[in-house]
């Protein structure tokens, strides 16, 4: 935005009443772009914040959690005894590989099944494109806990309730949508000119697939599927109606919060929060990808 | 889609592009479609809800009437019927065994036949604890026929082989178990209605003159869940508190995040920064954004322990409890803002990338102010992707669930899907918690059919 302004004055001869209105939106610029840190380090102190209350709680020893006032992390002890009493809790482990299992059944089915579908929608025009992608975004945009109940039901009545796998499958449809759109958006990114330049030289349409477009998007597919993994990390409506034995972790965590201590509690909450803050740092550049593809 | 814009084949179809789509297709069917249509069948049928009776102690044999479940019924006769195959026993199934026997009958000939166990008394076992051998019983009542019917086959509906004693001693060669069918009568409206049932469907509460219909065996049309859930005492708070945090959290959430998307599309140095931080919160589950503003609000938490270390209060004040119901509104919205900005920022930022610069600097150079650039040239070019957002998260809104389980407990305020949860898991009751899912779904419906409608007007009126 400067460069523009800049470049008029080269070319203009300055008058002083031109300098002055200069000066004048230089200065409006910085104030402006005072402004801007300010206002994005206060959001900034607004989202991190309460992180930091939660990690300062699932970080310290039990005694320093239950006291009054509380106090913050580099101001209280360091200890691992809250995690250790919280990991070490009835259901917690098996619920975390419950957890592990089903993200990981989840982010696999989506993107086998998704990657083709995502591929044709941006590849091909064929009749009912349209309808299928419209009825891709009016099913990503669906209660999911419409599902959850007939599931359930449905499962009972199949003899696979309470199966962790049964609970991948619901994932799974619940992951579907948006994972054929993000693999659509990303697919078109890889302008169609590469792989029929590698046709004319002699491959096969899935060559050409397999050794040119495929390590291109495989950032892409991956930041999807790190996505897909969050989310199914992430839902507890469904878990929590699908399973009673083999319940997942945050299942787990919800069953029991009402029983259970203020460490056992805050160190759940901080431990199901350490995959946002890793992954979304790795896959943040593809987040627009993500959700803009929706607003297409 | 530059990319999509060269169609393959023009002539003939090309078929790739439908065997690549099918597997995502099937799989929406299979576990979109018919879990929804299966919802909302849950919702308003009723199973097993009427019985049918038959005018003879068959299955196929003519339909008599129809009675509800739940019904007192005399019990006039009773009869013992074939299972048929592959059907599984069920609660108050009442059986009754027959035997094949061999044995002399009134005229002196040997016959082969079926009868009931009641009819026989038996003499013999072989090491099994199988009956081989024993005698037909002598009936004492003087109404019942004194000689003994035996049939071709299990069951009073078989032909009649011939007669036997009372005394008479029989082999016993096979035997075979068969459900006892009752003839019934009871009034529907003002009709009486007789007829023949399974036993499995009645519960004859002890007596053999009278019963109970347990249960049915065909389904039909209810809106008695839709009753019960409007009739919840739970149902209208619900409702209530879902759309008033709706109301509260949505407007607000779509300036912080159109705020949070001009500072990232500032792009100052750090933004990447910025942008991983504000994103944050989109990887983060709802329990634990829960808990994290647990951690703030509960009695001995940090919001408590900052008003005190500022001296601003002297005892802990209690927010999450009954009496303050507003102060755990106060925090499942602050939660959701928390939350669920940064979707609705991703959203705007997708559509600000769309807007292009040089009309921005224009703008800038002619003199626009911030707020006039937002006015007039964001907000106007922007409305696809806020329609969207906004259709996005009134969705999400709707299921909004354990946020609020976490902060009041679950039952100091409520929300559907909090209500769709309890119906199901706490009250068994699936076939309302569907009832529940479907009027979520409704409104989703509603909200989004709304919002499409409003924009196009606005646009409507704007061209």
């Known amino acids: 935005m400067t460069s523009a302004v800049d470049m008029q004055s080269k070319v203009v001869q300055v008058s002083p009443e031109v300098k002055a209105i200069h000066r004048r939106l230089k200065r409006r610029q910085s104030i402006n772009r005072a402004l801007t840190y300010l206002v994005g380090i206060l959001i900034s102190l607004w989202v991190l914040i309460p992180i930091l209350f939660i990690t300062s709680m699932a970080l310290t020893t039990p005694a320093e959690v239950r006291s009054y006032p509380k106090g913050i992390l580099p101001f209280i002890p360091l200890s691992t005894e809250t995690m250790e009493f919280f990991l070490n809790s009835r259901g917690i482990l098996p619920g975390l590989r419950n957890s592990v299992i089903v993200a990981v059944i989840t982010l696999s089915l989506s993107t086998l099944i998704a990657a083709p579908a995502g591929y044709a929608l941006s590849r091909f025009i064929f009749r009912g494109r349209d309808v299928f992608r419209l009825s891709i975004l009016a099913v990503r945009a669906f209660p ?141 550049r593809y987040l627009f990808n993500m959700w803009g593809q929706i607003s297409k | 889609m530059t990319t999509a814009s060269r169609p393959k084949g023009r002539t003939r179809i090309n078929w790739a592009p439908y065997l690549l789509i099918l597997p995502s297709l099937i799989y929406l069917v299979l576990f979109f479609g ?39 019924v005399g019990i006039l006769e009773t009869q013992g019927n074939p299972i048929p195959p592959g059907e599984p026993a069920q609660g108050n199934l009442l059986t009754e065994v027959w035997f094949r026997v061999r044995g002399q009958d009134t ?127 739970f149902f209208w708070p619900a409702l209530r508190t879902t759309l008033l945090l709706i109301v509260l959290i949505i407007p607000a959430q779509f300036v912080l995040a159109i705020i949070m998307a001009l500072v990232i599309q500032a792009e100052l140095k750090g933004s990447g920064i910025f942008l991983y931080i504000f994103a944050i919160a989109l990887g983060i589950s709802d329990l634990a954004v829960g808990i994290v503003w647990y951690s703030i609000f509960t009695q001995l938490g940090y919001l408590n322990s900052i008003l005190e270390g500022l001296g601003l209060i002297d005892v802990p004040i209690t927010y999450l409890s009954a009496d303050t119901r507003y102060w755990i509104l106060i925090a499942v919205w602050l939660a959701e803002m928390w939350r669920a900005t940064a979707l609705v920022m991703v959203i705007v930022i997708a559509g600000m990338q769309a807007i292009s610069r040089e009309v921005l600097e224009a703008a800038e150079v002619f003199g626009a102010t911030l707020w006039q650039r937002i006015r007039y ?22 299921q909004v669930f354990a946020v609020v389980i976490v902060l009041s407990g679950g039952d100091i305020i409520t929300v559907l899907s909090n209500e769709t949860y309890r119906q199901y898991y706490e009250l068994q009751n699936s076939n309302v918690a569907a009832a529940y899912a479907v009027f979520i779904l409704l409104l989703s419906m509603i909200t989004s059919f709304f919002y499409l409608r409003a924009v196009r007007t606005q646009e409507e009126v704007a061209g």
């Open chain 1, 144 to 284: 999911i806990v419409i599902l959850s109940i007939p599931l359930a039901v449905v499962f009972l009545r199949a003899g696979i309730y309470d199966s962790v796998y049964s609970l991948a499958l619901m994932h799974t449809a619940l992951a579907l949508p948006t994972t054929i759109l993000v693999l659509s958006s990303v697919f078109s990114s890889i302008p169609y000119e590469l792989e029929e330049a590698a046709m004319v030289f002699g491959c096969s349409p899935l060559q050409a697939f397999r050794y040119v477009v495929l390590p291109l998007v495989m950032p892409g597919i991956a930041a999807s599927a790190i996505f897909t993994f969050v989310l199914s990390w992430n839902e507890v409506f469904a878990a929590t109606i699908l399973t009673i034995q083999n319940r997942t972790l945050p299942a787990q965590v919800l069953v029991t919060l009402n029983q259970s201590s203020e460490p056992y509690q805050f160190a759940g909450g901080f431990f199901m929060m350490i995959p946002a803050l890793i992954f979304i740092y790795f896959i943040r």
């Open chain 2, 34 to 72: 018919w879990p929804m249509i299966q919802g909302l069948i849950l919702a308003i049928r009723e199973e097993s809800a009427l019985l049918t009776l038959r005018s003879d102690a068959e299955q196929n044999s003519p339909i008599a009437g129809q009675l509800p479940r739940g019904m007192q």
């Open chain 2, 107 to 233: 005229a002196g000939q040997t016959i082969e036949g079926w009868s009931p166990e009641r009819r026989i008394r038996v003499r013999e076992s072989d090491a099994d604890g199988t009956p081989t051998a024993g005698t037909v019983r002598s009936i004492l009542a003087s109404s019942a026929d004194p000689l003994t019917r035996i049939y071709t086959e299990a069951g009073e509906n078989s032909e009649v082989v011939g007669q036997m004693e009372a005394r008479t001693a029989v082999e016993i060669l096979d035997q075979a178990t068969l459900e006892v069918w009752f003839l019934i009568r009871g009034e529907n409206g003002n009709q009486t209605i007789e007829g023949w049932v399974p036993s499995r469907y009645i519960n004859t509460l002890g007596d053999e003159t009278q019963g109970r219909i347990e249960q049915g065996d065909t389904s039909q049309f209810t809106t008695r869940y839709i009753q019960r859930m409007v009739n919840d005492r």
């Open chain 2, 377 to 398: 040239i964001i907000l106007p070019l922007l409305r696809p992707s806020l329609q969207v957002a906004l259709i996005l998260r009134t969705i999400l809104a709707f």
